[in-house]
Every structure is written in C-alpha cells, then in structure tokens.
C-alpha cells in the first residue's frame, strides 16, 4: 500500500499555502473491508436516549500489530429490556484490508444500551482493556489475552450507573495506576420517560421534537481512583470533578492545559458552560474554564459540546482544544496559550463553516503528512423531524463532513468537497476514530454513525509526505505510556503529539502517535516525556517507519 | 427596524357645560371662578378661541387659587404653597399677581366663614374647573394640531382630575397624534375600559402599543377587527404584531394576502421576507427578500435581512456584501454600521471594524452593543486596558447582558484583576440561571 513519495522543499512550500487539489482522499473502503455493522436507533428519535449512541475505539486488543475497531450498539425505548436487541461489533484486523466480527466470541457484543468506549490497560499486563459507557451499568471488558474479555467492571467498582457517556483513563495523581472518568448526561427514568413533543423544550421551529437535555435534570460525574489492587473507589466529589450543577457531559479529553506536568480534565457539556479542571497535584482539581477562556462561546453562549480534540496545530509547543457543537453555534477552536486560551474559531476560519451542521466526532490529524495537524468533524441533527421543518441555519437531518486543512498560518482551509464525494455523503455521524488502519503511514477514519451503517475511510492520498509512527510502552501498570507527550524535530517542525484515552466524541482514537514530516526523510529529535515526568530521546530518527519505544 | 404605525386622529372636542349648569348661582368664594368658566365657554360656542383661552386662563388661576385656600385653611401648606405656585404661572397681569401676594400673606382669611363640608366642596369644584380649563385649553391646541402642547395640557387635566370625562381619551389621542405612542398607552387602555366597543380607539391602541414593543397585546386587539381585512393598513399592522411577537407563520399568511391583493411592493416583500426567515425557511425568505430588491434595490432592510441570514449561515463575505449594501442605502444609520463590523469582525478585518464601531459611538455613545463588540475586539487583540474601559460602560449600560459580563470577566482576568474577574463570570452564571429558570 506505499505510495510514491513526492518530496522537496518546493512542495512542503505549496502545501502549506493552499489545500491539495487531489481528487482521492479517502475512499470508502466499509464493504470491502468485510464491515457489515449497523448501529440501531429508533427511526423517529422520541426520545434523546435515542440519539446519543454511539463510540468507536480502534485498538490492537490481540497484540498483533494491527488496529482492530470496536464499534458501540445501543437499544432503543421499545427494545431496552432485550440488551440482544443491540450487537456491538468488534472487528478483528485480518491484515490485507479485511476485517472480521468476533464480538460475540469475544464477549463485547452485549453492552446494553451503549454509549461510548474506551481503551486502555488498565492492569498493565500489556493488554489493552476497553471500557463501555452505557446507559446503566457501564462495562469494564478485561482482555484475557486470548482473544476473549471479561466483564469486570462491578468487581473492579466501576460500573457507575444512570446514563454515562464519555470515559477516559489517565494517572492524574501519578500513582503509576490509571483512574478513570466517566461524564454523565441527565437523568433518565425509562419509566417515566418525557413525553415526546410535550413542552417548551421539547419543540424545534413549531414542531414537536424528542425533549431535552434543556429541561431535564442533569447528571453528576465520576471518577474512580485506581486503588491498584483491582479496585477502583468512586472520588469524583473528594476530587473536585463531580460537577455538582449537573451539566450535561459528553466529550471527556485528559491533557496538560497549563504546562505544568500533570494531566488536567476537560469536559464538553451539552447546553451548559463546559469544564476544565486543573490538577492541584495534591488529588484534587480546580474548575477554571471560565478565566481560562474555555467555558462558553466567545459571546457567553452556552453551545452543545459533544466531541473534544486536543492537539498542538499550530507546533507552538502547547495543546489546543477543539470542541464540535450544536448547529447554529460554532465548533470552538480554543489556542492555548499557556496562561489561558484564546477562542481563535473565526480567526482560524474553522468557525463560520460550521454554522449549519450539528458537531460530533472530531480528530485533529495530520491527513496529507505535512506536519501540521488539520481537522475533521462528523456531523448529523439529532431530530429526523428536521427533514419537514424549517431549517434556519441548520443543514438537514443528515449532514456531510467537514474536512478543515491547516494553513500553517493558523488558518484553515475547509476542503471536504475538493476529495469527491466521500466526505460530502450526508450521514448521521456520532463516533469518529482516526488511526493508521493498514499501518502505510497515512491515517485512515473509522465513523460510527447513529443511523445505518458504520464508516472505514482509507486514506489513499497519493502526494502524502514523509511519516513517523510511535508506539510507546510505559513501564509498570502504565504500558500504554497514556498521558505521555512525543516531541519531534524535523527540519522546521516541531511537532508534539499527547498519548490519550478517550478521545473525539465518546471515542478512542490508535494510541500509536503519527507525524507526518512533509519533505523531511528523518526526525533530528524524538522526546518522550512519559507520564512520570521522565524523558526519554531519540536523535535522527530515519522517516516512514512505525517506532517503539520502551520507558527505561 | 421597528416601523412606526400611525394613523392620524385629531377629532377631539371640548366639553361645554350644559345652560342651566352655567347658570348655577355659586357662592361667594368661587364666583369668580365660575364666571370665568362660564366666558370660556360662551367664547368657545362663538368660535372666539382666543378670548376662551384667556378666560380658561383665568379660571386656572381662581380655581389654582382656591385649592390654595383651601388647603392652607386645613392645614396642608406645602400642598397650599404648590397651588399657589401654580396659581402664578397662569396669573394674566399685575393685578392678579397682587391679589395672589395678599392671599399668600393670608391665605385662610378669605374662606374663613365657611365649614368643612363647604370648603371640600369648594374644593372638588375647584379641581373640576381646573382639569375643565387644561381640558379644553388641550382640546383647542389638538384643534390646531398642537398635540405636543395639547399633550402637556391634558396632562394637566388628568393630573387634576384623572377620573374627569373623556379626559384619559383625549390625553391619550394627543399623544398619539403627537407620537408619543409609548406615553399614550396607558391613557388609551383607560379610556377603553370605559369605551370597550370604540373600534377606533381599540386600533390607536393596537398602533401605540405596537409602538410600544407590545406585540402580544397589538395582535390581540387587532384580530378581530372587523373592518381589519379590508384595510391594508391594518392588515399590515396585525402582521407585524404578529411577526414581533414570535407568530411568524400566521404573519406569512397575512403579508402573502397583502402581496396576492395588492400586487408586488418592495415594503411587503420584505416584511415577508423577514416572517419567513423567522420561521427559519431561509430560502423562500432570500426569494422574497430578493423579489423586494429587484423592485427597489435600494431597500435597506432587504440587504440587513438577508445579511443576517447569510451570517447565520457562516457566509461572512456574502453577509459583508449586504451589510455594505445595507450601509450605502443608510450610510448614517447606525445600526447598519454595526452590522458591518459585525461581519467584518467574524471575518477577521478587526481594523475597519473598530473604525465603524467608533464612529457610531462618537454618534451615539450609549450603543451598548456597539461597546460591546469594540471592547470584544480590543480584547481579542491583546488591548485588555482599552476593552475593559469599553466592557466597562457596556455593562452600566446593560447590566442584564451577560456576554458583555462574560468579555468584561476575561479582560480582568487578563489584566491579572481575578477577583474582579470572577465577579463578572459569577454574574455571567446568575444571569444564566435566572434565564433558565425564567419564563
């Protein structure tokens, strides 16, 4: 699958002013790949449990070297006592660009009404562990190393309860255990369900609409302590992260946001300010999105954050956030700027463009190898009752994908419609996972879509420039080395990348950190800063080639 | 972007008093005052408006001196010195202003010998004449198309005696003649609780209170008149009631009959538009919009709408290309300046629009929005000195808005001011929760 490289200043030069003008991007590769998934939503949406699901994790659960996809399934209001009724898939890399569903052998095919999932090695025994939210009990599948897992998650304490979405794991206290958060939504009785169309906020333009998360009562959220003995305790109010008001959460991203060291929470709400806590290095966290900038829209607006990227995009050494919203808001691209952020979103010309879809999934990634981190986002309403209602601003029920190329001048291009019809396909996206499926130094995209089937793009982009990809192991319990940052300098990039569990919108992206070095055939410096605070480095590291590299 | 509706009614009349009224023998104290009365009014029935005038005049000042009397005899002497004042502003010559300086001096002596029960009389007659006097003083000034000054009067009257017959009515049908549409309601609503079936007035009071932002109230009136679908003007009233006040479908309905009988017009076609775009279906809003531009291109709120719908859209340079046509149909108009820097500033072109925004405050230093995005701007390019100045009047000119709290919040915190700052985001968080929880 190597592609002829195009190398030269020249065109690192041209890249950076303008989008390629390629017709191939992606392809979508979903049938011939052997991927039949389709994820069940109730068609008309009456209720906003039916809206929500679900995640995609893409993951080496068998240790062979390739990506596997794990694809989350929810029930409906009518199907919600047969937790069958739902299949989530876990597709099995064969190699060759074919891919097998061995859930049920597995045992990951079942996890009720679910949401969305995350991946880690929990016990450090070298094998990646993947963590379902649902609503209800959520699950903590443990891989058994022999191709099947183990639900452990009510003996480890973690199945929290009520209606979780996003999760992720992080050593926020540096333990050399990984903890894990778990945002919630609202509270939800299927019993006593909102009646559909009943209320002032169960209406869309004058017709009625599934009610909520406006008008609902919202939902703390957890976070389980490692205990490192197979236990978790549940210490999200001790901590400081429980969210008390409860806001509707959904994304969940782990990541330094002042440079400090330490891994800090950021948290996307639904209709309500979002979060960012700060780690006091002491067990606790400070909530500071307010007078760091990250709260609310550049005009105080409340927006629907669902999806969370976080990446260093513009190579200044720091990590940026940014957050997919409802429609007729905009997707927020906040810069960090060491001391706070700033919301660079119509700056950057990432904003307007987004006016009219609902956001979900989003990566930052590096699509055409040129060093700098562009952007995609899913999108798709929430209400199928849009498609016979006045639309204002919003794009219809389903929506294309917006694909955002960096400039390198902090700005971007929105280029989707440049590829062909791939992107610009109106979907009803929720869960996107970016990650190098075919291990040819281009990253591909897996989408989970609410409605119908799921997606596998290949990225097939024939002027790629150089790559790297790193794969780290962490010492002790931290194998997957999660919170680690790689530096890398490659003539005049310096580029970073965070190792993270959970990312997107209830999603997992490929832990294995790609660069994409444009015209450079070797990285002069590699640093690895593991999640212990030691550092570990590399020099003139040779380009297109997938490295390991072991904490000592 | 409201537009004003009226509908010019200056019919009011004097109220004359009947023969044998005019006849009644008074008592002493009052005599004069009734003999002025009883001039006005035969000067008024011989169309002699000025010799009325002044004997109105007169009469204001026995019935002001009177009231003066009367209070200083029951021992109310700042009321007394009030009436006595007001009793000097209508003094006609030096001899009254000399009767008016002896009776300061001793104000009880002249009603000395009467009781109780005959000074509240004299008193209630009193008050009667004088909302009488600044009654028909107000009628004959509305009469000559004064209603600014008819106003005031029947202002007076009002304040004198606000129960007086057809006093509110004529206060209120002054002011709206004199525009003061959002003065004019509550004597309108008044003067139909005693009128309930005046069609007219029912419409003045629809038009003022359309005027007035009270759009629910508008529509309410207006639904059932029924000389409404045979009147344009009317029709065209009750849709914009209903569009202000969030009834866009039904507002359609009444612009499309408007359009279907009275053939293409640029004023409908935007109206239309602008339903439309408020019931969220952009498209038939910009055919609308546009149809309106082709007969008049010139249409500043054509351009202003489809602008607004171009920047809900995220198309910043077509919403800029409106906003600039917007501006050359209205280049002193300040809103349309600041729809300009509105796009300009999502569009990044921070410098042209802090140019625009500071000019429209130097026209008009309290545009609260106008500050807003200034000192949002400022902010965003490091002056954080300069955008709390401007957040700062921002907030004490809209307290409530809680994006000016929110920016003001991140300017302190910039400034390394936290506690400042904290307080802005903590009132950004009540002004939320009170929203919220509102209706």
């Known amino acids: ?107 990951v095919a079942h996890p009720g009404w679910g949401m969305g999932v995350c991946a880690a090695d929990v016990d450090g025994d070298g094998w ?14 443990h891989n058994n190393h022999d191709g ?43 019993a006593h369900l909102p009646e559909f169309g009943k209320g002032k906020t169960c209406e869309y333009r004058g017709i009625p609409v599934q009610c909520g998360p406006r008008g609902l009562a919202g939902e703390s959220d957890l976070l389980f302590h490692n205990d490192g003995n197979g236990r978790f305790t549940e210490l999200g109010r001790q901590a400081g992260v429980s969210d008390p008001a409860g806001y509707f959460g959904l994304g969940v991203a782990w990541f330094d946001a002042n440079g400090d060291g330490w891994p800090d929470l950021y948290v996307a709400d639904d209709s309500t300010p979002s979060l960012l806590y700060l780690n006091q290095k002491d067990g606790t966290f400070k909530e500071v999105a307010f007078p760091m900038g990250v709260a609310v829209s550049e005009d105080g607006g409340e927006q629907g954050g669902m999806g969370l990227a976080v990446g260093d995009y513009d190579n200044g050494g720091r990590f940026s956030l ?22 660079v979103s119509f700056r950057s010309r990432t904003a307007a463009s987004s006016l009219p879809y609902v956001g979900w999934g989003t990566a930052f990634f590096d699509y055409d190898n040129d060093g700098l981190l562009d952007i995609l986002v899913v999108n798709g309403h929430v209400y199928p009752q849009l498609d016979v209602a006045q639309r204002g601003a919003s794009a219809g029920y389903r929506q294309r994908k917006l694909l955002y190329h960096n400039r390198g001048d902090g700005t971007f291009d929105e280029v989707a419609a440049q590829f062909g019809p791939v992107l610009m396909e109106e979907r009803v996206s929720r869960g996107l996972a970016v990650g190098d499926l075919d291990n040819d130094g281009r990253l591909d995209v897996v989408v989970n879509d609410l409605d119908g089937g799921a997606q596998v793009l290949h990225n097939e982009l024939a002027e790629a420039g150089h790559w790297l990809e790193v794969t780290l192991r962490g010492k002790g319990r931290m194998t997957d080395a999660i919170g680690a940052v790689v530096k890398l300098r490659a003539g005049r990039l310096n580029m970073m990348r965070l190792v993270q569990s959970g990312t997107s919108y209830l999603s997992q992206e490929d832990m294995r950190r790609h660069f994409g070095l444009g015209a450079a055939t070797r990285a002069e410096a590699l640093e690895v800063v593991w999640p212990d605070g030691s550092v570990t480095r590399r020099e003139n590291v040779a380009a297109d080639q997938r490295l390991e590299i072991r904490q000592p | 972007m409201m537009r004003r509706v009226r509908r010019a009614r200056h019919g009011l009349a004097c109220l004359l008093l009947g023969p044998a009224l005019a006849a009644q023998s008074p008592p002493d104290p009052g005599r004069a005052l009734d003999t002025a009365i009883a001039a006005a009014e035969a000067s008024l029935r011989a169309g002699e408006w000025e010799a009325a005038t002044r004997s109105y005049r007169s009469a204001l000042f026995e019935g002001w001196l009177l009231l003066a009397q009367r209070d200083a005899a029951e021992g109310r002497a700042e009321s007394s010195r009030a009436a006595f004042d007001r009793a000097a502003a209508v003094a006609a010559d030096d001899a009254g202003r000399t009767r008016l300086r002896e009776l300061r001096e001793a104000p009880r002596s002249a009603l000395a010998g009467l009781t109780l029960a005959q000074r509240q009389d004299l008193g209630a007659r009193a008050r009667a004449a004088v909302a009488r006097s600044y009654l028909n003083l107000g009628v ?31 206060l209120g049908v002054a002011r709206f003649n004199a525009q003061q549409y959002v003065a004019a309601v509550a004597p309108l609503s008044r003067a139909l609780a005693t009128r309930p079936a005046d069609a007219e007035l029912r419409r003045m009071l629809a038009t003022a209170y359309l005027n007035d932002g009270r759009y629910a109230e508008a529509a309410e009136l207006l639904r059932d008149d029924p000389r409404r679908e045979a009147d344009a003007s009317l029709q065209y009233a009750y849709g914009l009631a209903l569009a202000r006040s969030d009834r866009p479908a039904e507002a359609e309905a009444v612009f499309k009959s408007l359009l279907a009988r009275h053939g293409d017009s640029a004023e409908l076609s935007v109206v239309l538009g602008q339903a439309q775009a408020q019931r969220g279906d952009f498209e038939a809003a910009s055919v609308a919009l546009s149809r309106a531009l082709a007969l008049k291109p010139d249409v500043a709120e054509a351009h202003a709408t489809l602008g607004e719908i171009q920047l809900k859209q995220g198309r910043l340079a077509e919403a800029e290309a409106e906003f600039r046509a917007e501006l050359a149909a209205r280049p002193d108009d300040l809103k349309t300046r600041h729809n300009l820097a509105t796009a300009l500033e999502l569009e990044g072109q921070s410098e042209e629009a802090i140019d625009l925004l500071r000019s429209v405050l130097a026209a008009k230093p309290d545009f609260a929005d106008a500050r807003y995005l200034l000192g949002k701007i400022l902010l965003a390019r490091g002056e954080a000195a300069a955008a709390v100045e401007q957040l700062e009047t921002a907030r004490r000119l809209t307290p409530d808005a809680a994006n000016v709290r929110y920016q003001l919040g991140l300017a302190y915190q910039k400034l390394g001011r936290g506690e400042q700052a904290e307080r802005e985001f903590q009132a950004f968080r009540e002004l939320k929760d009170k929203r919220r929880s509102g209706p």
């Open chain 2, 140 to 170: 004959m000034q509305a009469q000559a198309r004064q209603f600014a000054r008819a106003a005031e009067l029947l202002a007076e009257a009002a304040e004198a005696d606000p129960d007086f017959p057809q006093v509110q009515y004529s």
């Open chain 1, 1 to 107: 699958m190597r592609r002829a490289l195009v190398a030269g200043a020249l065109w690192l030069a041209a890249a950076r002013l303008a989008a390629p003008a390629s017709a191939l991007l992606f392809r979508d590769v979903t049938r011939e790949a052997g991927i039949v998934f389709e994820h069940h939503s109730a068609p008309e949406k009456k209720y906003i449990v039916e809206s929500m699901s679900g995640g995609v994790a893409l993951l080496d659960f068998d240790n062979d070297g390739l990506v596997d996809i794990y694809l989350v399934d929810s029930l409906t209001v009518d199907t919600a006592r047969d937790p069958n009724a739902s299949h989530s898939a876990l597709y099995r890399n064969l190699g060759g660009g074919r891919f097998r569903d061995v859930a049920d052998a597995a045992g």
């Open chain 1, 322 to 343: 940014f957050k997919t919203n409802f429609s007729e808001e905009y997707n927020d691209l906040y810069r960090n700027e060491g001391d706070h952020f700033s919301d």
């Open chain 1, 148 to 190: 099947t897992f183990t639900d452990i998650a009510e003996r480890a304490g973690v199945a929290g309860g009520g209606w979780s979405t996003g999760c992720g794991f992080a050593d926020y206290d540096r333990d050399g255990n990984l903890d894990l958060f778990v945002s919630r939504y609202v509270q939800l009785d299927l």
């Open chain 1, 128 to 141: 990646p562990d993947l963590y379902v939210t649902a609503l209800g009990a959520n699950h903590l599948y």
